[in-house]
């Protein structure tokens, strides 16, 4: 019998899969899809602590966003890293005082100590208000971070492997019995239908909770979530500099306009949209894309349209129903469900917001103490993600070391490697020292080698896991390229005992 189902691959799952195994719990973790592959992959991309929270008076959700904020940039300095904001003054919306009240709260909330603070700017005196119309003459400048969110995700489900659980992708639980002190789960797969034991069972699937709920406790009705669609555009790099901009929509919503991939485009959004569709094929809609371009338009100088976006994506974010009149007011912040009544206990998870994952792992796991006499005390605060063992947190010096130490590898690449795979990236590399050694080239930076890691370390099985939750690489490919390593891909794993090079 094993401890622990955890059901959901996304980042709440992977990372109370990844607690438990840490404090020794046998884990057993399935995802029905991929990792990654719904909500998780589907966010603006942000480690924050949600600045417009604070106008919703929701300051112990803000306070412990920022305060996850540091903890996550020492863990993962390769895949999370600071950002400015830069916040333009619309002296039709909320007058400049409070929102420098507001950025004084921001900036001392959370015990900030490795991100600078913020800063007023004015026309003339900077170039970051240049691409704005004239206008706006002010501005705040604020700090936050950046995420590689899928790749957080992957990161969290690979360290959980590595202290002894078993990850099951593409593995769906059809059947949950429970006993008084075990459950019985059917797990389904291509593999086939087995069936496994477990003291106690989490509910992270996101937005299936509620459908696996009705596996453990058949006849009852009760709906728990709300569910609402966030869709991104993705254009053409439409600012120069490495901030990003905070915009305030006449409607009262607020979008950003982030550099994304390498700064070659610009990442914008989000929408906030009821959602009651097909989960699994979640897109967005030509209205949304319309809003999108017409919101962020309405600060750029070159305004942005429909013909301009290059790629989008949506996801539905499962946030717990607050019965709040307005899809964009529903609160962001975790409710866990400890259900024991009936026998063996199941938690269920709702809501949260990617900033505060660990958090809500290390007590999920705790509101399972009493199933697991002596469990260990909580680990992970003080701990790295796989790869994010850099010293002091300074990726630039980890970089500079990688650069000399493959000197005949372009740089771009290893820069890109070294930010997704952080120190991980020599095992990878290994003894390369020329392009050849990392085996076929598919277009946009990506070789034989890189693939090869992915699927025996970072649990990828097909193209698409690989071009786009693991990496973003099609948006850096052609058709053409992306069609080849997709038919490469799909012959190599029909290959028996395929080999490197091969």
Known sequence: MHDLLVIGGGINGTGIARDAAGRGLDVVLVEKDDLAQHTSSASTKLIHGGLRYLEMYDFALVRKALIEREILLRAAPHIIWPMRFVLPHDKDQRPAWLIRLGLFLYDHLGGRKMLPPTKVLRRGKTDKLDPLKDEFRLAFEYSDCWVEDSRLVVL??????????????????????RHEDYWEAELSSERGIE???????????????????????????ATHLRLVKGSHIIVPKWHDGEHAYFF?????????????????FTLIGTTDIPYTADKDKVEISQEE?????????????????PADVVATYSGVRPL?????????????????????????????????????????AEEAVAELAPVFEGLPHAWTKQASLPGGDIAAANFDAFLSGIVIAYPHLPIELLTRLARAYGTRARALLGDAASMSDLGREFGGGLTEREVTWLIEQEFAGTAEDVLRRRSKLYLHMTQEEQGAFTDWFATRQRTPNHKFGQ
């Open 195 to 221: 069936t496994r034991s477990f003291k106690a069972v989490v509910n992270a699937a996101g937005g299936w909770v509620d459908a696996i709920l009705g596996l453990a406790q058949p006849g009852a009705n």
């Open 156 to 177: 969290n489900a690979v360290d959980a492997k590595e202290r002894g659980a078993d990850v099951l992708t593409r593995t769906a639980c059809t059947k949950l019995v």
């Open 289 to 305: 894309i319309e809003y999108l371009c017409a919101g962020a338009s309405e600060y750029y100088q070159r305004a942005i349209t």
């Open 248 to 264: 305030q929509n006449g409607d009262g919503r607020i979008m950003f306009a982030i550099p994304y991939e390498r700064g070659e």
């Open 320 to 360: 717990y129903d607050d019965h709040a009149a307005s899809a964009s007011k529903v609160t962001r912040d975790y409710v866990l469900h400890y259900d024991s009544d009936d026998g063996a206990p199941i938690l269920s998870v709702f809501g949260g917001k990617i900033t505060t994952y660990r958090e809500l």
